[in-house]
């Protein structure tokens, strides 16, 4: 069918899988994989909407990497020897991917000849613990595909128009994602992203049930929590706790269980005193919102 000028732009998204046959010596952990998941987006505009739509990629990437507290680089890559598309069509995509670069405020570095054969594009590497750059997030501009499937929109002239194409991944592969997060953190993550967000310790069997009412309190505050009933000593549960890097260990003894309280000790070894499981709640909920502050609106 037709589409309009009105219609545009269009965006279509998935979590798609792929497939690369790597070859062994070069894979790498997470982080270098034969099959992976990468978040794939897919936006059809006008030529006049393209600077509006990078901008706008920009601005997402830049929202998801503080949420992460990422260190990055950007590169702008230009047109290879070998392409498609004419030479007007290079400069105006270019030009519209240093511009939106330019007005984000951000320093990068240009990859001349670096760019795809179908289009430019500016790629976020990602500094790991080891200060090693790892791709994920990508803008490329494509003038190969609305070629080759023929596709148009009718403008504001009646005359009808190739769309400009523009793919786009944030998180890109989820497993070089993940890989690098794990590393950037080594392991420690922030309180509103960890897997488990506090283990409850009793001392004794005598305090299991307390500690079990605990787990619930906790989970009806949407707080990720276990238990840890193991016929194990305090320390044994305090030292395992610490090497998985949980931030809260709640501690439960008989002083606790008859006074409804917990005894919060942190991962850095810090220890917070008995409390109202009340309080400790709201503890962890403030220090979620405190790291999350830019998100805060979403989160409370």
């Known amino acids: 069918r037709l589409h309009s000028y009105r219609d545009l732009p269009v965006r279509y998204f998935e979590l798609g899988t792929v497939d690369r046959h790597e070859k062994s010596g070069v894979l790498h952990g997470l982080t270098r994989v034969r099959e992976f998941t990468q978040d794939d987006a897919h936006i059809l505009c006008t030529p006049q909407q393209l600077g509006d739509e990078i901008t706008a990629i920009i601005d997402f990437v830049k929202d998801v990497m503080s949420v992460f507290d990422f260190d990055f680089t950007v590169e702008l890559s230009t047109r290879p020897e070998k392409s498609i598309g004419d030479d007007l069509s290079w400069e105006r995509a270019t030009s519209a991917l240093r511009r939106a670069?330019?007005?984000?405020?951000?320093?990068?570095?240009?990859?001349?000849?670096?760019?795809?054969?179908?289009?430019?594009?500016?790629?976020f590497k990602l500094k790991d613990c080891l200060k090693r750059s790892w791709q994920c997030?990508?803008?490329?501009?494509?003038?190969a595909l609305p070629e080759r499937f023929d596709l148009t929109y009718i403008g504001e002239d009646g005359a009808k128009h190739r769309p400009v194409m523009l793919h786009r991944v944030i998180l890109g592969s989820l497993e070089r994602f993940l890989g690098v997060l794990i590393e950037h953190y080594a392991g420690a993550f922030p309180v509103w992203l960890c897997p488990v967000q506090a283990m409850v310790l009793p001392i004794t069997e005598q305090q299991h049930e307390f500690s079990t009412s605990v787990v619930s309190a906790l989970h009806k505050a949407n707080i990720r929590a276990?238990?840890?009933?193991?016929?194990?000593?305090?320390?044994?549960?305090?030292?395992?706790?610490?090497?998985?890097?949980?931030?809260?260990?709640?501690?439960?003894?008989?002083?606790?269980?008859?006074?409804?309280?917990?005894?919060?000790?942190?991962?850095?070894g810090q220890n917070l005193g008995s409390m109202p499981l009340g309080n400790c709640i709201r503890h962890i909920r403030e220090t979620c919102a405190t790291e999350l502050k830019h998100l805060a609106p979403y989160h409370t």
């Open 101 to 123: 670069l330019e007005q984000s405020n951000f320093s990068y570095e240009v990859n001349e000849g670096d760019g795809a054969f179908y289009g430019p594009k500016i790629d």
């Open 226 to 268: 276990h238990i840890d009933l193991r016929n194990e000593s305090l320390n044994f549960k305090i030292r395992e706790a610490q090497l998985q890097k949980i931030p809260y260990m709640l501690i439960v003894g008989a002083r606790e269980a008859e006074q409804q309280h917990v005894s919060p000790r942190l991962r850095d």
């Open 137 to 143: 997030a990508t803008i490329q501009c494509d003038f």
